[in-house]
């Protein structure tokens, strides 16, 4: 199975800031990963796909990039709603597994 | 407009059996793949299986295969996830999965909306 490590698992930022989390794939998945946003008691959400397109109806403060094995979200602006856990998820073979999470916390 | 509405919450006991349901509409349920996701409480997500309700070709993570069963009834655009043997490590919250697009054995665009979740609680 590919394994995804994410990076940090904990980040503490303000409303405003510009942050970034990483996710590193076991072995080359060429753009393959997506990314979604699970805010508290809620289902996750998919941001973006084929690492760097937004889904429709996504905010443009919302951007992906990399491909084979390191990968990055950045959220050039935090809103409230954005404080939550991101997971990335591989989309190269089965099984299609997640990363452990990022969790966002307001500062 | 795409809805996957899953069945409620239930509390089960170790050795019992369970069927969870997750009815699709808004869109051609037989155009696409349909899955399930698990959330231990407080953990991660992983991916279970997907099922394409059409001719009901069905894909499971190996992790997942022989302990669940992944079903689907085009007549009634629903979707199930069944075990016959419960376990007390069953207990999580299970999510409803619409998978865009698929190249196998690449997703392309993957699972774009998500049911609201089904919380399956197994205890003695």
């Known amino acids: 199975d590919i394994q995804l490590t994410q990076s940090p698992s904990f980040l503490s930022a303000s409303a405003g800031d510009r942050v970034t989390i990483t996710c590193r794939a076991s072995q080359g998945i060429s753009n393959y990963l997506a990314w979604y946003r699970q805010q508290p008691g809620k289902a996750p959400k998919l941001l973006i796909y084929?690492?760097?397109t937004l889904l429709s109806g996504v905010p443009s403060r919302f951007s992906g990039s990399g491909s084979g094995t390191d990968f990055t979200l950045t959220i050039s602006s935090l809103q409230p709603e954005d404080f939550a856990t991101y997971y990335c998820?591989?989309?190269?073979?089965?099984?299609?597994?997640f990363g452990q999470g990022t969790t966002l916390e307001i500062k | 407009e795409v809805q996957l509405v899953q069945s409620g919450a239930g509390v089960k006991k170790p050795g019992e059996s369970l069927r969870i349901s997750c009815k699709a509409s808004?869109?051609?349920?037989?155009?696409?793949?349909i899955g399930w996701v698990r959330q231990m409480p407080g953990k991660g997500l992983e991916w279970m299986g997907i099922?394409?309700?059409?001719?009901?070709?069905?894909r499971y993570s190996p992790s997942f295969q022989g302990q669940v069963t992944i079903s689907a009834d085009k007549s009634i655009t629903t979707a199930y996830l069944q075990w016959s043997s419960l376990k007390a490590s069953d207990t999580a919250m299970y999510y409803c999965?619409?998978?865009?697009?698929?190249?196998?054995?690449?997703?392309?665009?993957?699972?774009?909306?998500w049911g609201q979740g089904t919380l399956v609680t197994v205890s003695s």
């Open positions: 099922i394409f309700p059409r001719d009901s070709d069905t």
């Open positions: 808004g869109y051609t349920f037989t155009g696409y793949w």
């Open positions: 084929a690492a760097s």
């Open positions: 999965v619409r998978l865009e697009t698929a190249a196998f054995p690449r997703l392309i665009v993957p699972f774009d909306y």
């Open positions: 998820q591989q989309l190269n073979s089965s099984p299609y597994t």
